[in-house]
C-alpha cells in the first residue's frame, strides 16, 4: 500500500486537475489522517502542479503513448520527488508504483528508476519558466507587462513565504519587516503555532493584498464599507484602523469564515449576507473597499492550482462582473468619498482595462510615491497600483494585485 502523504498527493492532483477543484477545497475533502501527512501530500501537490510543464517533459522521453491520468499524476508526483524534493529514490520509486493499478506497476518502475538515475540534473536545459506556464496565461501576460513575463514566470516556480498584518502596536520576532509595513516569515512556517495568533494580534495576507486597504486609509469614525470581504484581511485592516465596518459577502460559507477570523482577532464590523450588486443600504459610505471577484492569477505563487484551473474564457466574464460591481459600489459612495477597486489578477483586462471605463461621477486619485515606501515602481503612470510577483524579488516577492482609488465628485 502506498503511504497516506503520496495518496493524499495523489487524489489532489485528481481533484484539480480532472474534477477542477481548488486545491484548499480539495485538501480539506480528504479522508481523515494525521496532520503531517496531509502537509506532506500537500506540498508534493503543490510542487507538481508550480512544475508541472517540466515534470512532463522529463517523463516525455520514457513514455511511448499517453497513459491514463491515474498514472500519469503517480509519475508526476514520482518525477517531483526525484528532481525537486530530494525524496530517498528507493522510496519514491517503490511508494509510486503502488499507487497504481498492476498493469502499470512496471511502467512506472521503469520511467522513475530512469529519473532517478538522472536525479535534478533531469531539469537542467529546460527552458523551465515557460514549460510551467500555460500559452494562454504567457501570451496575455506579456501583453500586458512585456518582457517581465519571464520574470513573473520565474517567481512561480518558488514557495511564497508567509506574509502577516499585525495589530497596531504588535511585533513577530524573526521576521523580516517589508517597507509597507507586512512581516515576513520563510515560507512553511505554521501560523497557527505563532505567538500572538491564539491572541488574536496577527493575520495572514500577502504583502500585496494588504496594500488595498492602505491606499484607501480609514480614519477612525469614518463608515467603510469592505465588498466582496471574505475571508476578512481586508476587514480586519479597516477595522483595526478604527472605522466603523459593513463587510458584505454574498456567499454564505465564506461569511461564517469571516465571521470567525474577525471573532479571533477581536475586531468589530457588521457582517451582511448579500450580493453586492443589489444591496441597498439605508446610509452611503465615506470609503469603499472593493476586492472584485478575479481570476486570481496574481495568487499563482500561493495557490499554484490556479494556473491549471482558469480558463481563457473567464477573464472576461469576470471583467465584465468587475465593471458591474465597481458601478454598484460607487452609487453607495458618499459625495467626496473615495474608493479603492483592486484585483487579485495579472490579467490587464481585470487591471489596466478599467481606468478606461471608470463609472460616472468618479475621477482618479492618483497614488502617490510616499504611500508605497519601497515600491514606488509598483505606480503606473496614469496613478494606479500594479505589483507583480517578481517585485521585492530580493525579499521574497508578492503576489500580483491591480488597485485604483477613486473618488466620487
Known amino acids: 500500500m ?89 522510496a519514491a520509486v517503490s511508494d509510486c508504483v503502488s499507487l497504481v493499478p498492476r498493469p502499470f506497476s512496471g511502467l512506472v518502475n521503469a520511467v522513475l528508476r530512469k529519473v532517478a538515475a538522472a536525479g535534478p540534473a533531469a531539469l537542467e536545459g529546460l527552458d523551465a519558466p515557460r514549460l510551467d506556464t500555460p500559452s494562454w496565461l504567457w501570451t496575455a501576460w506579456h501583453k500586458t507587462h512585456g518582457t517581465a513575463v519571464r520574470a513573473i514566470a520565474e517567481a512561480h516556480q518558488h514557495e511564497a513565504p508567509l506574509d502577516l498584518s499585525l495589530k497596531p502596536g504588535a511585533s513577530v520576532e524573526g521576521a523580516v519587516m517589508l517597507p509597507t509595513g507586512t512581516a515576513r516569515l520563510p515560507g512553511g512556517t505554521r501560523i497557527m503555532e505563532l505567538p500572538g495568533f491564539a491572541e488574536g494580534t496577527l493575520w495572514a495576507q500577502d504583502a500585496a493584498a494588504a496594500l488595498p486597504a492602505r491606499l484607501l486609509a480609514a480614519r477612525p469614525g469614518e463608515r467603510v464599507l469592505d465588498l466582496c470581504a471574505a475571508p476578512g484581511g481586508k476587514t480586519a485592516q479597516l477595522a483595526a484602523a478604527g472605522a466603523t465596518v459593513v463587510a ?61 484551473l482558469k480558463r481563457v474564457n473567464d477573464v472576461a466574464k469576470l471583467a465584465d462582473t468587475q465593471t458591474r460591481l465597481l458601478e454598484a459600489a460607487c452609487a453607495l459612495l458618499a459625495p467626496g468619498g473615495r474608493i479603492v477597486f483592486a484585483t487579485c489578477s495579472l490579467q490587464g483586462e481585470e487591471g489596466e482595462a478599467h481606468l478606461a471605463r471608470l463609472p460616472e461621477g468618479v475621477v482618479l486619485d492618483a497614488v502617490r510615491p510616499e504611500e508605497l515606501p519601497g515600491l514606488e515602481m509598483a505606480i503606473t503612470r496614469e496613478g494606479a497600483m500594479r505589483t507583480r510577483p517578481d517585485m521585492l524579488g530580493e525579499l521574497g516577492g508578492m503576489d500580483g494585485f491591480f488597485a485604483m482609488r477613486l473618488k466620487k465628485q
Open 248 to 308: 458584505v459577502e454574498r456567499d454564505p460559507k465564506r461569511a461564517v469564515r469571516l465571521r470567525e477570523n474577525l471573532t479571533r482577532l477581536a475586531l468589530p464590523a457588521e457582517v451582511v449576507v448579500a450580493d453586492g450588486l443589489s444591496w441597498k443600504p439605508e446610509t452611503l459610505f465615506d470609503a469603499i473597499l472593493l476586492d472584485a471577484p478575479c481570476t486570481a492569477t496574481g495568487t499563482i505563487r500561493r495557490h499554484p492550482d490556479v494556473a491549471h
Open 2 to 90: 502506498p503511504t497516506a502523504t503520496r495518496q493524499a498527493a495523489h487524489a489532489l492532483l485528481t481533484a484539480v486537475l480532472q474534477a477542477r477543484r481548488p486545491l484548499e477545497e480539495a485538501l480539506d475533502a480528504l479522508p481523515a489522517m494525521e496532520a503531517r501527512d496531509r502537509a506532506a501530500g500537500h506540498r508534493i501537490a503543490a510542487a507538481v502542479l508550480r512544475r508541472m510543464g517540466s515534470l512532463d517533459a522529463v517523463l516525455e522521453p520514457y513514455l511511448k503513448r499517453e497513459p491514463p491520468p491515474p498514472v500519469r499524476q503517480a509519475l508526476r508526483i514520482g518525477a517531483a520527488e526525484l528532481t525537486l524534493l530530494g525524496t530517498p529514490p528507493h
